[in-house]
């Protein structure tokens, strides 16, 4: 599931002090400042979902590992006006013929590629990921955040 908030709109942006990007920690070092979930299991069918995303039994297996180890992953995503380059490439699939090819692409659909796709396995794998997006449009900065 996917939690999406704004965080803060103004002309200006808005100041770290005001976006913590995480809770204090607590003093008992076996205490988490955000809720523990168990990652899934890796049963046939999610076995199955991820080998038609392009893993391996082995890559599923070090996924949910990694989950395990890392209870928490925090991505922070800057769209400055650099990120509208068209100087990166994407690699896409002919819904026809189902033939890759190599396309340019900005800066910015090359992270939006990457971001859908981490996201998706985190919704897979149960693995609470946090994405906080620093976009500035032409009058107003704003800060968005959206959780997994």
């Known amino acids: 599931m996917i939690h999406a908030t704004v ?10 002090v005001l976006v913590p990007s995480a809770p204090p920690i607590e003093c008992d070092i076996n205490s988490t400042p955000w809720p523990v979930q168990e990652p899934s299991e890796l049963t046939p069918s999610l076995i199955s979902q991820l080998n038609h995303c392009g893993l391996t039994k082995g890559l599923a297996m070090a996924l949910r590992e990694n989950a395990l180890v890392f209870p928490l992953r925090v991505w922070i995503i800057d769209n400055s006006g650099s990120m509208n380059m068209v100087d990166g490439h994407r690699i896409v699939e002919s819904s026809r013929t189902r033939q890759i090819k190599i396309v340019e692409a900005t800066r910015w659909e090359q ?5 859908n796709y981490h996201a ?16 500035r449009t032409s009058e107003i900065y704003f800060l968005f955040l959206f959780r997994i």
């Open 7 to 16: 965080v803060g709109i103004g002309p200006e942006p808005v100041p770290a």
């Open 111 to 115: 992270v939006l590629e990457s971001v």
């Open 120 to 135: 998706q396995m985190a919704s897979f794998m149960n693995a609470p990921t946090t994405f906080r997006v620093r976009k």
